[in-house]
Every structure is written in C-alpha cells, then in structure tokens.
Nanobody
Framework: QVKLVESGGGLVQAGGSLRLSCAGS????????MDWYRQTTGQQRELVAS???????WYADSVKGRFTISRDNAKNTVYLQMNSLKPEDTAVYIC?????WGQGTQVTVSS
C-alpha cells in the first residue's frame, strides 16, 4: 500500500503562485507516471498534469503555460508549481501514482 500526502495548498489572490508537493512511501515512484488531478464540489476529477518516468510532461489546456509538474524520485515526491493562478483554479488538488490516490490539498484563489 502506497501512502500519498499532499501539501502546499492554501488561499492566494488571483495572479499569485503556489507550489504543491506530494510525498509518498513505497518503491513504485520511480517506475510509474505521476499525476495531479483537481476536483470541485459536484464535478468529476479533472486531470491537470502528468509526468512520466522519463520526465515527459502533459498538461490540460486550461493550465498549459501556467503550471509545471516535476518529480524527484530520490525523495519519492512530485511537485506542481502553479503560477498566474485564476479563481477557476480553485479546487482540491489530488496526486495519483498507479492506482493510489492522496487525500488532496485545498487551493482557493480569490478574485
């Protein structure tokens, strides 16, 4: 069982930045892609960004150019740098590796 713990969420004004971290246990970090999702109340989870074991990244159109995903396999950690935040980025951000999900961290962007 892999335990994932997100951190770095909070309240920020529009245009601001936050850096999310997702740290976990287990040896699967180095052999799996890692994803960041977000979810708002009543909505399905939306894939925001993904990074492969080789560092290839993918981003949703809504965050492209503003968010950057990165990983540190030695620390079993994936990061999401979020810049130029907008009110519509407000959500619970959740990391995922293989079939394992974290609990999420709240990001609130005020206008």
């Amino acid at each position: 069982q892999v335990k994932l713990v997100e951190s770095g969420g909070g309240l920020v004004q529009a245009g601001g930045s936050l850096r999310l971290s997702c740290a976990g246990s287990g040896s699967i970090f180095s052999i799996n892609a890692m994803d960041w999702y977000r979810q708002t109340t009543g909505q399905q989870r939306e894939l925001v960004a993904s990074i492969t074991t080789r560092g290839t990244t993918w981003y949703a159109d809504s965050v492209k150019g503003r968010f950057t995903i990165s990983r540190d396999n030695a620390k079993n950690t994936v990061y999401l740098q979020m810049n130029s935040l907008k009110p519509e980025d407000t959500a619970v951000y959740i990391c995922k590796i293989a079939s394992n999900w974290g609990q999420g961290t709240q990001v609130t962007v005020s206008s």
